[in-house]
C-alpha cells in the first residue's frame, strides 16, 4: 500500500500512525493471543499517550507518511526492531553534502533537532525526539557523517550524510 498522496497531511498521517490492518499480520506481539482489537485497545489507553506507535504501524517511508520528505532525501529502507528494547521501526535516509545544509535546516524546522555540530570525527545531531505531530508518536530523528574535519561551508566535499527516523511501539 503506497501511503503517498495528494489528500494531504491526514491520509498521510493515516498511514503514518498504520491504520492499515494488513500490517498486523506483519506485526508479532508479545502474546500471541492477543488480537488486532485488544492491542489497539491497549493502544488508546495506555500507548497514544505515552507517545508509542500503533502496534500496527508498518515500517515504512516516515517523512514521506509525514509528508515531510524533500524530494533532494534518498529513502534507503526501515528496519524493524522487534528484538530491541521499545522495538523501534527505523527508516533510513540519505542526503548528498551539497543539500545537507538545507535538510538540517528542514529537520530543525519541522521537528525542532538541533543543528549538527562535529566531534571527533563526524558531524552529527545530539539524540533528539519529539511528538509529530503534537498528539502524535514519539519520533526521534538523528543526522550525521562520519568525515574529515570539514567546515560547513564545504559540506559540498562529503559525498552524503545519513538521517534516520524511528517510531517506538513499546515503552522502556
Not at 47 to 58: E, K
Not at 104 to 117: D, I, Q, S, Y
Amino acid at each position: 500500500m503506497s501511503c503517498h498522496t495528494s489528500l494531504g497531511r491526514a491520509v498521510s498521517l493515516f498511514c503514518l500512525l498504520g491504520l492499515a490492518g494488513a500490517a498486523w499480520a506483519q506485526t508479532p506481539s508479545q502474546d500471541p493471543g492477543l488480537t488486532l482489537a485488544d492491542a489497539l485497545a491497549d493502544w488508546d489507553a495506555h500507548g497514544r499517550a505515552a507517545g508509542l506507535a500503533r502496534p500496527d504501524t508498518p515500517c515504512q517511508d516516515f517523512l514521506l507518511a509525514m509528508g515531510q520528505k524533500p524530494d533532494y532525501v534518498e529513502y534507503l529502507g526501515c528496519e524493524r526492531g522487534d528484538d530491541m528494547q521499545m522495538k523501534p521501526l527505523t527508516a533510513s535516509y540519505r542526503v548528498s553534502g551539497a543539500a545537507a545544509a538545507r535538510m538540517e535546516a528542514h529537520l530543525h524546522k519541522v521537528f525542532g533537532m538541533p543543528p549538527l555540530a562535529f566531534v571527533c570525527c563526524g558531524w552529527g545531531s545530539p539524540p533528539y525526539s519529539t511528538r509529530y505531530p503534537s498528539d502524535g508518536p514519539t519520533v526521534m530523528v538523528g543526522m550525521g557523517v562520519e568525515t574529515p574535519s570539514y567546515v560547513r561551508e564545504q559540506w559540498q566535499k562529503i559525498p552524503y550524510f545519513n538521517i534516520t527516523v524511528a517510531v517506538f511501539r513499546e515503552l522502556p
